[in-house]
Every structure is written in structure tokens, then in C-alpha cells.
């Protein structure tokens, strides 16, 4: 790993190092108890039974069989809990068990609670439901039409169309026509899951009046408020703790049936209630990767300058609504942020299918259409023949810009990130050779959206800071899903407080005990909740130098800071003088975004963010001309972090992300077949182990951000998205075919060398855009400048 | 979790005393030797025996045991990773130890047995699933149901032979030692299996496999191919042992096993006979692998597309009878 | 034969602590750690011997408790993560790990640690290659295993 800094004179301590992170001792003696190694005193064990049928009405559920089972404790249905409820304000419309129709198989039905997981399994299978069938519906194209018996929702619309949108920003036609040369192209993005190691689990008790879940969630804030809506109960009468976590990657960002289950069931037994899911129903659970299909058309002038660009996409969302709205804008809001495109439009569609429920996966709507886009402009360079780089470069954003779009861009490292990769992998000086291949491609992402999940004025992330003769501790909501969180913070407030980040307590993850933040997802935490943490520090900071200052009568500013020590004093000493002299010592940070980062259009609020990140990579491969297998060589990545606040977690993160881009580049895929899920066990999805993986070099620019902390940027998403582009174009550099289609497995490869052999375009991947009555298109006006300095 | 169904264990101490409890409760138990294949399908109800005999206490089933014609016995119960390690089958098999040493995980491996490998149960992807997932989908042939799933028109269940050891152990001219009621008897591994993904073995389900002979090599040199998505943990797509004698640069014989693309190995020995007394080379490889895997017979059951799969058998084949000839 | 199912004495040594357990037959090795002697160290990601989290090691050797009948190994000494470290002292390979990185969620840790050990115990400068194979059936979904492969490399040479 390099770093290359643009900030010259640093004295920071710790902020930057590589050191190890704050909660690695626990988990590598497997003494940290993640959710289900929670055991409480008389725990009851829940099952769920979930639907064999892709789309059925409910006639009737009994369960009389079930509770006739010796140590069934309980059995609850949907009519035990009629709340609908989803992570968006517009899709609440999800049942923790359903109880008129099942719009998936693996779809909950009911649940038991019961002595042990034996008994519960047998339980739920004594459970007699009875469904009238209805119409399955499978694909992208099948949901679009009108359907033939009802909806799988009775909301949305038309039809099960469940989310539309249509933006125009600047003169679009006039672009075109002002193009020397115009090209279209369709891609196909295959749905995928985030496949953690760790299967979904929950604990709940209900004492007095008091609930409390334990949960391997990412998100214990919008569980809590998910809570208080099914159950009718004050915010104040719920506790979410987030368990340690194994894996996230979006899969754990809804509010969740099983969580909603054993809340409800420990109410009804007074015990605590235990559901731990199996890897099967994980893949129901899902929340993954959206499948994408996409059409784009760009125009460019002579000298390879986008003029115009035209996007379109459609979404197989599956049964529920989760994220998609979001999701949705998302396939159609990044674009800009890494070319400067004149004028833009996009038209996107959302619909429902008899498939588990799409979601936030790592990239969150953006590697699907950053796929398509970065192999679109592959095709564009060959065509009017410029390099794949030059033709990058030449519309590439410039720092401290607004898009098209009216995001606000900020510290911007795309050349930088650029120069690294092309330089250190002589991409542009390979030899051509038939078998090998080289792929580049760039790409950006937000560190945390810049609007919540749901409308408030409310900061995004909170944050304390106790400090007292026992010590500091730092408390906020956000929850580390092993993407490294708490050391973040810890780290922050070390740097402030001249300690070292095993020095400062956090308590985190926890709605009882810590302020509220949003969560871990849209790359947010470091960001806001780092910013929190050091408005909270810097206070600290201030407050036990200036107790320190009056006792060495000089001025704050030549009380030095470090090494545990603050001035003369130790960093203890100086604590119990700071509370002589002020009393208990606590301080408070909080960040919300700035106002001035996005447009006030309707839809606006998908892309805005207070930075992005960006990413540069390269990938280096042998594809097989026979059998179209791949061997992977080298990955180059870069990555414009901002400033690294651990060196070490940002490497892990930028190589977890290339690791993950790469996989579901060339094997994962959420697969259907006869309206079930073709593979859902870990032997046949298939996710790269040791064996696929190769080496990675990783390059971190530092453009240091002039609000992140300390000027830092995310690292947990942003270096997924260019691997993905970079290995299928890398694919076409080795054997001059096209597979327009993820994952690039061998069997396509093969079937477009076929194709080529035979004469006919060298390709495989959808070869047409399905015509879909997209909403009257809202023409946007450009960004008032003078609401913003730029 | 997934937790297995409710069972009895038995821990027998000899293989008489194996033979007659499992004679004792015919199709109620199954033996168990390593229990990386017989375990997960118990965990997905897709065997459901109320009795699981323990062969691992057996020790006759243990051991590597050089015969008098210079090859070699080994038992049942030896593991696949003892296999790998052996240096004096490595020298005498190395396709078959290779084979070994591709089977799944090397966790796996330190479990599983050579001769549950060989007994291996084949394998389909709308029959290796839950039992919940089964009942969704319907069952099918294999288990609780009456169609193939992914042939309705077929007769017999076209579930897939997944054994990387038996193709490389027939194209040794391998036997086994069967013990059941009425004594033993010693069969080639080749007619171990039969046409049919439900009754793939000949076996008697009374009876235990407790050792694979290797005959002596001679002049044999062997390799095995296996094709998968992964380099690691995933069963074959396409195996391929090749077996070959050489004289100087020409072929004296040589023959070829293939997997994975049926019910059970297929010898297609008879192809290679273009190669004797012949020197290899491109065209001819080629065409004796075309003619070869003309018997493959893939279908939408498992991983990747079956049409790759049909054409990753030619290969493979070309693979391993090239790699045989280089091996030594 | 008792009934179907029915309890049974299980003698087992884990951690080098001999254990006497009434267990069901059906309960796997992976079930009697985590709840009947509540070593909940070694996970579950699979259940079917398809990712490698739940790895011990019987006799030194890694095996995937998920598919191993605890009667199958009766008189075998078992080693789960909560045995690796000498005491309060982090094993080299743990250390290894923490210094590079080499965890992020640490779900699939426990495994990848014991695999890392194992592999070392019998060879203490193993190349990329051997590591990649040693480990291939441990998935991990964090680190990408780069920073492992440097942990288990940095590791050996620690214990050379």
C-alpha cells in the first residue's frame, strides 16, 4: 500500500496510522458474542414458517396442530401483528408475518416460539395454511406488463410498476444534435446478494414495560422507530442494540419479520425469545443487489467531450418496496459525478416480482448503471479512437463544481486516482496479445447521503463525550459492522484528547444507552458521525486544557497535547483538575449535512452528499479463447480517501471492496428458476475463496476534504464499483468481445467468442430496452449559483 | 441453524458386526463413514435414517496396505488428506491421488473418507436443497416425489455422478471389497454404478465397502481434470482421469474416464484407441477427445450452462491425456 | 438401542480439559461447543460444510465441526479458538492478524485462525500457494484475504 498526501506539514499522532483496530483482541479469542452467542436465562427458541408459493392469496392459517406440540410456548400469525411497516416512508408495505397473500417464496407466515429449534421447526410444519395460487411474476419485462389475474401490491402502479421517475437537466436534444458521433448500447446487470458470513439473528425481552432486541442489524435507529410503529409503543419504552456484527454490506438495513417476531412473542410469554436464521433464509431475507437492466445513449464531439447522455433503467425489485424508491434514483444520479455532462437524462422504473426483496447492497443502485456506464464510454474510445483514459480524462470533473444535476462537489481526486493505476500497471503501454487483457475504469461515491430515510430536521449523527477519573468514554449510535466504526471514533477523539484509541471507551450501536445516528450504510460514518465525535473531542479538549492553563498560568494555546499528557500534567492528573474546576465533563458533537449540496427538485434527495470518493482501477487477466475461463493476475486500485483516519482499516476496506467488485464481476448472482431461488446455499451460490482471488495493490490519495474529518472520506463502498467495468472490459482487451452482461461467467465468454467466430458481433448481453411509458419527463432548471458558492 | 433430524447412533467395532446391524435395519440405516456427504443431506431431509452406523471406530477400515502384486489396499475409512500425504500412492497414482487432493475443502478432506468418496451420492441442483425448497418446487424421483425435475420426460432421476475419486480408481483397473450378509466379494469400481441418479450404485444397500484395491501401475501413468467454477469447495462440472502407457514417444495404451455428465462415470476408453502406436498431437487429441465425450450428456443441473459444460468435456479430456503422458 | 434420539454420555477433551456430557446423538460437534459447553467461539455460517466458519481442530487437525458426530471422534482432542492463546498472551497467529488487519467483522476469524495454525504447525514457511490452498475452504467476505495471506506469512516467521 502508498499513500500519496496532498497535505504537506501534518503533526497528527494517530490520526492516519496503521494500527490495529480497537475491538480485534475479542474477536480473535472468540470471546465477542455477536447475536446469536447471546443467551439469555430461559430463553424460548423461534422458527418462522414461510411460504412455499411465489404469489398466493392466504385462505387460512391454523395453527391449532402447532400448539398441541409439547414446548410450543406460543404461535403467533399476521393478524397478531397488522402494522405495515418498511424502511421508507413510501413503502410501508411489509407485514412481519403476511396473512392475506404471500408475495415470495420464503415470504413469513407465522412464527413459534418454543423450547428449542427442534420443537419450533416441527411446529411450523404442523401449521396448516391454505393459498389460492395467483400469477408469478419472474422478470423485469413480465412485471412491466399489465398482469394477468392482480398486483403483487395493491399501492404503486400501474400494475406492478412500483416506482417511476423521469429527469431532464439542460438541453438534451440539442446536445444530440450538436454530436459528432452518437452511440447506444444495453446492459444487463445480474441481481446478487451480500452473502455475510454471519446468518441474521435477534433476541428480544419484554420486562415490565420495557422492550429490548438484541440484533446483528446496521441499522438499530430505524429498528427502533420500526418497533414503535407495529408495537404502538414510545421510542422510550424500546431498546435496539446492535450486536456485534458479522457482515453487513446492506443486508442488515431493513427492520426485519424475525425482528418484529420475537419482539411480539417475548410480549406474549414474558421470556426472552431467540431467532437465529438459517443460511437458506438468509437468501430470502436478501435486500440485495437490484438486477438492472439499462440503456444509455451518449453524444460526443470531435474531441471525445460528452455533449449529452441519455440513461435508462429498469429494476427488478422483488416483492417489497425495502429501499427501492432510493434505490431506483440511485441507478441515475451518479453519473455526473464523474463526468462533466452537459445535459442528462434519465428515466428509471421500479417494479415488484414473485423474488425476494431487493435492497442496499455495498454501492447502493450505483455498480449496476456505473457498470454500464464506464463500458459505454469503453466502447465510445474505440470507436472514435481514443485511448479508454484520454477519453476519461478529457470530461472528467474538476474540484469544487456543481454537476448537472446540482451536486456539489467538493475535494475530488480523479486525476490523481487516475495516474496511480495507469502509471503503476504500464496500462497504456501493454502488449496486445490474444488470451491477455488489461480493463481500467473509474468511478465515485457518496460518504453518506446528504437527506435521512425519513423527513426531519434532526442532526444525522450525535455523539458524547464522558470523561472523568475513570476514564473517556464516547458514546453515539453508530454501529460498527466491522468496516471498523468504533475506531474511527475512538481514533478521532484520541487524536483530540493526546491519548492512543484504545485509550477511549465507545459505546455504540445501542439506542438506550448512546445519541441517535443513522446507521451504518451510504458510507456515512466516518464522515458524520466522525465529525460528531471530533466537534464532541475538540470541546473536551478545550475545556481541560483551558483547567490545565489557569493551573500553569500561560495561555491555552501553549498547553501542548500528546503522549498522554496534556501540558505538564498527565492526561489523568489534568482530568481531575479540569473536574475540580468545572464539575462533571461532558461534551456533545453532532453533524448534519450542509443545506447547499443538492438541487429542490422532486427527487433531488438521491445523490446529494457532503464529498464523494473517488476510485481508479485496473485489473489484469488471462481469458481462456476456448472456454472463456479467466485467471486473474493483478488489481491495481486507487483511492481518494481524503485522509485516511487508520491507514490499516481503510487498506482492509479498499481491498473487501475489491475483493467483493470482483466476485460478483465473475460468479455471484442472485438466480431464479421456476419462481424459487435457484442456489441458495453457500456451496452453490458461488463467492470467490483464496483461490480466485489475486493480488491487490493499493494506492490511497489523500485530497484531504475540507469537511470530513480531518479531511476523510469514506473507503467502505466506493472501491467496488470501478473492479466491476475494469474486469469486463479487461475480458474484451484479451479476446475483442463484448459481454454486456454481470457476472461475466465463462459460459458467456464462450458464447460471444462463438458469435465472433461465426461472423456475427463478437457479443453477448441483452440486445434490446424493453419500451416502457416512462412519466412525462420534468425538465429541471439549471442550480441557482447563488445559493451556493459553487 | 440447520440441525439434523432425530437418530440413533451406532458404533460397531468390526465389519461383521457392521454388516449385521445394518442387515438388521435394512433401509432404516445408513453407514457413516466421514459424514461430509451423508450429514448435509440428513440436515435437508434429503435422507432421513432413524439408525447411523459409525464405521470411523472400525479399525480393519483404516490403513494403506502395499499388496502382493505391487499395488496397493486401501481402506474404507482412510481420509482423503491421508491420500494426499501418501508419497507412495502419490507415486504410484497420481491421478487418482490428484483427484483426492481436488475434493472439496482440505477440512473436508481431513473427514472424508476414500470410501465416501466413492459412494458419494450424486448430485442434482432441484434435489440438493431444503426440504422446505423441495416442497416449494415439488419433489422429484430422487426423494419423495415421481418426476425428474430436470428431465420430465425421463424415466430414471438424471442426477449427476460427483465422485472425483471413481474415474481416476476405474482408469487404475481399480477393485473394491463389498461385505454384506453372504460374505464378501471384490467388484471393479466401474460396475460400482449404473445409468440411473437414484439407484446410482450396484451395491446392495445391506452391503459396506470396505476397501478399493489399486492394482499395481506398471507402466501406467495417470493425471485427473476436474473443471469448476472455483478452486476450491465446489464438486466437478466436468472430471476427467486419464490413464496411458507410453513407448517412447508413441502411445501403447490409453484410457479415459469421464464424470460429471451423466448418472455415473463413463468409460470411453474405446475413443482413445485412434492414439495407439501413435505419437500425440493436436489433431489427433482433438478428435479422440470429440469422439470421447460424445457420451457426455449434461443438462441444466448443476453450475454454469450444460453446452459449456458439454464442451469443457473435450478439454478436459485433451487436458488429462496430455498431462498423463507428461506426468514422470 | 435405547430410543430414537435418545441422551447419551459423550466423553470429550476440549481446550486440553476432559469433558463428560449427556448429549443427543444428532447434536454435531458444532452444537455440543456452542451450547452445551458454551464455547461460542467457533460459528456457524453455512451449516453444511460449505465456508469454513465453524473449523476446530481434531488432534491438530482442521475439521468442520458443522459435519463432524461428536461420537465420531471420541478420545480426539479438540481445539476451539478459546484455546489458541496462552493465557492472556495472543497466539502468533492471532497477533499476526490483529497487527495486519486480517479481521474486520471476525465472524469467519475463529476458523481462518485455526486453519492459519494448523497450517503452520506442520509448515512454517508455506508459499502464497500453499496458503491459498491451506485456506481455501475458510470464505471470508470482509478482507478480500489479502491481508490475511500477509498475517498467516508474517505468522510463520514468528514461530520459525
Known amino acids: 500500500m502508498t499513500t500519496v498526501s496532498l497535505d504537506e506539514n501534518t503533526d497528527l499522532r494517530v490520526i492516519g496510522k496503521s494500527l490495529p483496530k480497537v475491538d480485534s483482541v475479542g474477536k480473535l479469542i472468540g470471546l465477542t458474542a455477536y447475536a446469536d452467542d447471546i443467551e439469555l436465562p430461559n430463553t424460548l427458541y423461534c422458527k418462522l414458517l414461510r411460504s412455499h408459493h411465489p404469489h398466493a392469496r392466504i385462505l387460512s392459517i391454523d395453527s391449532s396442530a402447532a400448539l398441541a406440540i409439547e414446548g410450543v410456548v406460543a404461535v403467533i400469525t399476521g393478524e397478531d401483528l397488522p402494522i405495515k411497516y418498511g424502511i421508507m416512508p413510501t413503502s410501508q408495505d411489509e407485514h412481519a408475518l403476511e396473512y392475506e397473500k404471500v408475495r415470495f417464496v420464503g415470504d413469513p407466515v407465522a412464527a413459534v416460539a418454543a423450547v428449542d429449534e427442534e420443537t419450533a421447526l416441527a411446529a411450523c410444519r404442523a401449521i396448516l395454511v391454505e393459498y389460492e395460487p395467483l400469477e408469478a411474476i419472474e422478470s423485469i419485462e413480465h412485471g412491466l406488463l399489465p398482469p394477468s389475474d392482480e398486483p403483487i401490491h395493491d399501492y404503486a402502479g400501474p400494475g406492478n410498476i412500483h416506482r417511476m421517475g423521469a429527469l431532464e437537466f439542460g438541453e438534451v436534444d440539442e446536445g444530440f444534435a450538436n454530436s459528432s458521433f452518437i452511440r447506444e448500447d444495453v446492459f444487463f446487470y445480474e441481481g446478487n446478494t451480500h452473502l455475510p458470513m454471519e446468518q441474521h439473528s435477534a433476541t428480544a425481552t419484554f420486562v415490565g414495560d420495557q422492550l429490548t432486541l438484541w440484533s446483528s442489524t446496521q441499522n438499530p435507529h430505524y429498528v427502533h422507530r420500526a418497533l414503535a410503529r407495529v408495537f404502538e409503543m414510545p421510542m422510550g419504552h424500546i431498546r435496539v442494540i446492535a450486536a456485534p456484527h458479522g457482515g453487513g454490506f446492506g443486508g442488515k438495513s431493513d427492520p426485519f419479520s424475525h425482528e418484529m417476531a420475537v419482539c411480539k412473542l417475548a410480549m406474549i410469554t414474558g421470556r426472552p425469545v431467540k431467532c437465529t436464521l438459517t443460511r437458506e433464509e438468509v437468501f430470502y431475507v436478501h435486500r440485495g443487489r437490484h438486477p438492472v437492466l439499462m440503456w444509455v445513449r451518449t453524444g460526443v464531439a470531435k474531441d471525445g467531450k460528452i455533449l449529452a447522455m441519455h440513461f435508462k433503467t429498469a429494476l427488478d425489485g422483488g416483492a417489497y418496496g425495502s429501499y427501492g424508491p432510493a434505490s431506483m434514483l440511485y441507478t441515475g444520479a451518479l453519473q455526473t459525478t464523474t463526468y462533466n455532462i452537459p445535459a442528462y437524462r434519465f428515466e428509471g422504473v421500479r417494479v415488484f416480482t414473485n423474488k425476494a426483496p431487493c435492497g442496499p447492497k455495498r454501492g447502493h443502485g450505483t455498480p449496476q448503471p456505473r457498470f454500464a456506464l464506464e463500458l459505454h464510454l469503453d466502447k465510445i474510445a474505440e470507436a472514435i479512437g481514443l485511448n479508454p483514459v484520454e477519453l476519461r480524462r478529457r470530461n472528467y470533473v474538476k474540484p469544487y463544481t456543481r454537476t448537472i444535476n446540482h451536486l456539489r462537489i467538493t475535494s475530488c481526486g480523479i486525476e490523481e486516482v487516475t495516474d496511480r493505476v495507469v502509471e503503476a500497471s504500464g496500462f497504456l503501454d501493454r502488449k496486445k496479445r490474444l488470451g491477455h487483457g488489461m480493463g481500467f475504469a473509474v468511478s465515485a461515491y457518496m460518504c453518506g447521503a446528504g437527506l435521512p430515510i425519513y423527513w426531519n430536521r434532526l442532526p444525522h449523527s450525535e455523539c458524547i463525550i464522558q470523561v472523568n477519573r475513570g476514564g473517556v468514554t464516547l458514546y453515539c449510535g453508530a454501529t460498527d459492522i466491522g468496516q471498523g466504526s468504533d475506531t474511527v471514533l475512538a481514533t478521532v477523539a484520541a487524536e483530540q484528547l493526546g491519548l492512543w484509541p484504545t485509550d477511549v471507551r465507545i459505546v455504540s450501536g445501542d439506542t438506550g444507552l448512546a445519541p441517535v445516528d443513522l446507521g451504518s450504510y451510504s458510507s456515512r460514518v466516518t464522515f458524520m458521525a466522525g465529525n460528531a465525535a471530533l466537534q464532541a473531542a475538540k470541546e473536551m479538549r478545550e475545556i481541560i486544557v483551558k483547567a490545565v492553563a489557569e493551573k500553569m498560568e500561560c495561555s491555552p494555546s501553549e498547553v501542548m497535547v500528546g503522549d498522554g499528557k496534556i501540558g505538564e500534567l498527565s492526561f489523568e492528573e489534568a482530568v481531575v483538575l479540569a473536574e475540580e474546576r468545572f464539575g462533571m465533563l461532558s461534551t456533545r458533537g453532532s453533524y448534519s449535512p450542509p443545506a447547499n449540496i443538492g438541487g429542490k427538485f422532486k427527487a433531488a434527495g438521491v445523490g446529494p452528499s457532503p464529498a464523494y470518493s473517488y476510485s481508479a482501477a485496473v485489473v489484469d487477466l488471462d481469458a481462456d479463447p476456448y472456454s472463456g475461463e479467466i485467471r486473474l493476475n493483478k488489481v491495481w486500485i486507487a483511492h481518494d480517501i481524503g485522509r485516511s483516519i487508520n491507514a490499516l482499516a481503510v487498506k482492509g476496506q479498499v481491498e473487501g471492496g475489491v475483493y467483493m467488485g470482483l466476485s460478483e464481476a465473475m460468479m455471484e448472482g442472485q438466480l431464479y428458476r421456476h419462481g424459487l431461488h435457484k442456489q441458495p446455499s453457500m456451496l452453490d451460490y458461488k463467492a470467490f475463496t483464496f483461490m480466485e482471488m489475486p493480488e491487490v495493490e493499493t494506492f490511497l490519495v489523500e485530497t484531504i476534504d475540507l469537511e470530513g474529518p480531518y479531511g476523510a472520506k469514506e473507503a467502505g463502498q466506493g472501491p467496488l464499483l470501478p473492479v466491476i467495468p475494469a474486469v469486463v472490459s479487461a475480458v474484451h482487451d484479451a479476446l475483442g468481445v463484448w459481454v454486456d452482461e454481470v457476472p461475466i461467467t465463462s459460459d458467456k465468454i464462450m458464447r460471444a467468442m462463438d458469435a465472433k467466430v461465426k461472423g456475427r458481433e463478437g457479443r453477448y448481453g441483452p440486445k434490446i430496452f424493453p419500451n416502457i411509458s416512462y412519466p412525462t419527463i420534468v425538465k429541471v432548471p439549471p442550480f441557482d449559483a447563488s445559493s451556493s458558492a459553487f | 441453524m440447520l440441525r439434523l433430524p432425530r437418530f440413533s447412533y451406532l458404533r460397531p467395532g468390526s465389519v461383521a458386526e457392521a454388516a449385521q446391524v445394518l442387515s438388521e435395519y435394512g433401509s432404516r440405516a445408513r453407514v457413516v463413514a466421514g459424514g461430509t456427504d451423508l450429514l448435509p443431506k440428513m440436515k435437508r431431509g434429503q435422507m432421513e435414517p432413524e439408525v447411523v452406523i459409525g464405521l470411523g471406530h472400525i479399525n480393519e477400515l483404516r490403513g494403506i496396505r502395499a499388496t502382493e502384486d505391487g499395488g496397493f489396499e486401501i481402506g474404507a475409512c482412510v481420509t482423503l488428506s491421508e491420500v494426499v500425504a501418501s508419497p507412495e500412492l502419490r507415486a504410484a497414482y497420481p491421478g487418482y491421488v490428484h483427484a483426492a487432493a481436488l475434493v472439496s475443502t482440505p477440512a473436508l478432506r481431513n473427514s472424508g473418507t476414500i470410501g465416501g468418496n466413492l459412494c458419494v451420492d450424486t448430485r442434482c441442483n432441484y434435489y440438493d436443497e431444503s426440504y422446505e425448497w423441495r416442497k416449494a418446487l415439488g419433489f422429484c424421483m430422487k426423494k419423495d416425489g415421481n418426476i425428474c425435475r430436470v428431465a420430465p420426460a425421463s424415466a430414471t432421476c438424471r442426477a449427476i455422478a460427483s465422485s472425483d475419486t471413481a474415474p481416476a480408481a476405474i482408469s487404475m483397473g481399480a477393485t473394491v471389497v463389498l461385505v454384506g450378509p453372504n460374505g464378501q466379494r471384490e467388484v471393479p469400481v466401474e460396475s460400482l454404478y449404473q445409468d440411473d441418479g437414484q439407484f446410482y450404485m450396484t451395491k446392495a444397500p445391506d452391503e459396506i465397502l470396505t476397501s478399493l484395491r489399486m492394482p499395481s501401475p506398471g507402466h501406467w501413468k495417470s493425471s485427473y481434470v476436474k473443471v469448476r467454477n472455483r478452486g476450491s469447495i465446489d464438486f466437478p462440472l466436468v472430471g476427467v482421469a486419464a490413464a496411458i502407457q507410453m513407448k517412447g514417444s508413441l502411445v501403447e495404451a490409453c484410457r479415459i474416464v469421464i464424470t460429471a455428465v451423466g448418472p455415473q462415470p463413463l468409460d470411453v476408453s474405446q475413443a482413445a484407441g485412434a492414439l495407439v502406436g501413435k505419437e500425440i498431437d493436436d489433431t489427433l487429441l482433438e478428435e479422440v477427445a470429440t469422439e470421447a465425450a460424445k457420451p457426455a450428456r449434461p443438462l441444466d443441473n448443476a453450475d454454469l450452462s450444460y453446452v459449456w459444460r458439454k464442451r469443457m468435456t473435450r478439454r478436459a479430456i485433451e487436458q488429462a491425456i496430455r498431462e498423463a503422458a507428461e506426468v514422470g | ?160
Open chain 3, 1 to 160: 438401542m435405547g430410543n430414537i434420539g435418545s441422551r447419551e454420555i459423550l466423553r470429550l477433551s476440549v481446550n486440553g480439559r476432559q469433558h463428560e456430557l449427556l448429549v443427543k446423538p444428532y447434536a454435531t460437534l458444532l452444537e455440543v461447543l456452542r451450547e452445551d459447553l458454551r464455547l461460542t467461539g467457533t460459528k456457524h455460517g453455512c451449516e453444511a460444510g460449505e465456508c469454513g466458519a465453524c473449523v476446530v481442530l481434531v488432534d491438530g487437525t482442521p475439521q468442520l465441526s458443522c459435519l463432524v458426530l461428536p461420537g465420531q471422534i471420541e478420545g480426539s482432542e479438540v481445539t476451539t479458538i478459546e484455546g489458541v492463546s496462552n493465557g492472556s498472551e495472543l497466539h502468533p497467529v492471532q497477533q499476526a492478524f490483529m497487527d495486519h488487519g486480517a479481521l474486520q467483522c471476525g465472524y469467519c476469524t475463529p476458523g481462518m485462525v485455526l486453519s492459519s495454525k494448523a497450517l503452520l504447525d506442520s509448515n512454517p514457511s508455506p508459499t502464497r500457494d500453499e496458503i491459498n490452498e491451506a485456506l481455501s475452504g475458510n470464505l471470508c467476505r470482509c478482507t478480500g484475504y489479502v491481508s490475511i495471506i500477509e498475517a498467516v506469512e508474517d505468522a510463520g516467521r514468528a514461530m520459525a
